[in-house]
């Protein structure tokens, strides 16, 4: 179903600079449209963020192929993402060969992709709580990736990171941020890239905002 939008979607995210074939080819094979509620689901291969109820959106496809292109994904690799939303990144990620760990505060959420996944038979580690505390247990991860804005890099997710690891995350303020790719150098030092104007819901928890406003 929707193989010809799919394609078109694929070849829009090309024409915008994603390179990473297995991403490319990850997003080609991940039926997006099985992510997004029934209201929107036409909206499924634009690319834009649709909303997935809660107030939350599944992030625009050319953002999830940016963040999955900058994690320099390798088969086998740890990866944690926080904010599990729709679960759309997560399946991508998996769909890659990547091994997922993935972390969503709003209960809802947790509990309706954690269906979809049994269902769906996707192999992920899903946990409810707050992401900006990591998942020390599964620690040292080769990614990170936060799928929602903050105000800061999160401290305990920069000490999760695997040595040569990378974090992607969207800093800056609740409207607009830039996403940073952290790559930690050795113990102490992370060398940090930025590219701005993107739009996240905010990251909200202790290492995050404090509250929705
Ligand atoms: N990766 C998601 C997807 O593919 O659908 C994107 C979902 S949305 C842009 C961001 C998600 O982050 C929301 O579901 C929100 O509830 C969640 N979130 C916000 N703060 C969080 C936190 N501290 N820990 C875990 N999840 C959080």
Same mark, same amino acid.
């Given at each position: 179903?929707?193989?010809?939008?799919?394609?078109?979607?694929?070849?829009?995210?090309?024409?915008?600079?994603?390179?990473?074939?297995?991403?490319?080819?990850?997003?080609?094979?991940?039926?997006?449209?099985?992510?997004?509620?029934?209201?929107? #689901?036409?909206?499924?291969?634009?690319?834009?963020?649709?909303?997935?109820?809660?107030?939350?959106?599944?992030?625009? /496809? %050319?953002?999830?192929? *940016?963040?999955?292109?900058?994690?320099?994904?390798? #088969?086998?690799?740890?990866?944690?993402?926080?904010?599990?939303?729709?679960? %759309?990144?997560?399946?991508?990620?998996?769909?890659?060969?990547?091994?997922? *760990?993935?972390?969503?505060?709003?209960?809802?959420?947790?509990?309706?992709?954690?269906?979809?996944?049994?269902?769906?038979?996707?192999?992920?580690?899903?946990? @409810?709580?707050?992401?900006?505390?990591?998942?020390?247990?599964?620690? /040292?991860?080769?990614?990170?990736?936060?799928?929602?804005?903050? /105000?800061?890099? /999160?401290?305990?997710?920069?000490?999760?990171?695997?040595?040569?690891?990378?974090?992607?995350?969207?800093?800056?303020?609740?409207? #607009?941020?830039?996403?940073?790719?952290?790559?930690?150098?050795?113990?102490?030092? @992370?060398?940090?890239?930025?590219?701005?104007? *993107?739009?996240?819901?905010?990251?909200?928890?202790?290492?995050?905002?404090?509250?929705?406003?």
């Amino acid at each position: 179903m929707f193989e010809y939008e799919r394609n078109k979607l694929i070849e829009t995210i090309r024409k915008k600079g994603i390179k990473n074939e297995s991403v490319l080819e990850a997003m080609n094979r991940v039926e997006r449209h099985l992510f997004v509620p029934d209201a929107v #689901k036409s909206h499924s291969y634009d690319d834009v963020a649709v909303p997935i109820g809660f107030s939350q959106t599944i992030s625009q /496809p %050319y953002t999830v192929a *940016f963040m999955s292109e900058a994690l320099e994904p390798e #088969k086998g690799k740890k990866i944690l993402e926080i904010g599990t939303g729709s679960g %759309y990144q997560a399946a991508v990620l998996v769909e890659i060969g990547l091994k997922v *760990f993935s972390i969503e505060r709003n209960f809802n959420l947790y509990s309706r992709t954690q269906d979809l996944f049994d269902k769906l038979k996707i192999r992920a580690a899903l946990r @409810y709580g707050d992401g900006t505390l990591g998942w020390a247990e599964f620690s /040292p991860y080769d990614g990170i990736l936060v799928t929602a804005g903050g /105000p800061e890099i /999160p401290g305990k997710l920069k000490k999760q990171l695997a040595i040569g690891g990378k974090m992607i995350v969207p800093v800056g303020n609740r409207a #607009k941020q830039s996403m940073l790719t952290v790559t930690r150098l050795d113990e102490t030092t @992370y060398d940090v890239k930025e590219t701005p104007n *993107f739009a996240f819901v905010p990251l909200i928890g202790k290492e995050g905002w404090k509250e929705n406003r």
